[in-house]
């Protein structure tokens, strides 16, 4: 396999993660019909590559008054609690967005926490 050097790896890395953090506290519509909420577990790698993590990659997927989807923000997290959930739920309001027709989530979420 050829080697390739790491200076274009790195530029290549850091215009992705300018696009990447654009994307992430873009302002948001006022209003989304439909948003999706949902989360899969998926084995991370720590920062230093040391060690992989079992953690949780959430998802807000909006669907516009046009009818088109887009993803609102994802994160990761070690868990999706309550506390979890509340930090999103500011995220999305700090950058704009006031009302939500229908918010789908997983029904096992919805009666995890019913049980509780």
């Not at 506290?25 to 590559?49: N, Q």
């Not at 060690?51 to 999706?80: H, I, P, S």
């Not at 027709?101 to 029904?107: D, N, Y």
Request: contains cysteine; aromatic residues 4%; neutral net charge.
């Amino acid at each position: 396999m050829p080697q390739i050097a790491p200076d274009p790896i790195s530029r290549v890395t850091d215009a992705v993660l300018d696009e990447i953090h654009e994307r992430q506290t873009r302002a948001l519509e006022r209003m989304y019909p439909i948003v999706i909420f949902d989360a899969l577990r998926a084995k991370i790698p720590d920062a230093d590559g040391r060690m992989v993590k079992n953690k949780a990659v959430c998802v807000a997927l909006g669907v516009n008054r046009d009818g088109v989807r887009e993803v609102l923000c994802l994160w990761v997290a070690d868990n999706e609690g309550a506390k979890f959930w509340l930090s999103v739920m500011n995220e999305l309001k700090n950058r704009g967005l006031q009302d939500v027709l229908i918010a789908v989530v997983p029904s096992h979420g919805l009666q995890a926490n019913h049980c509780r």
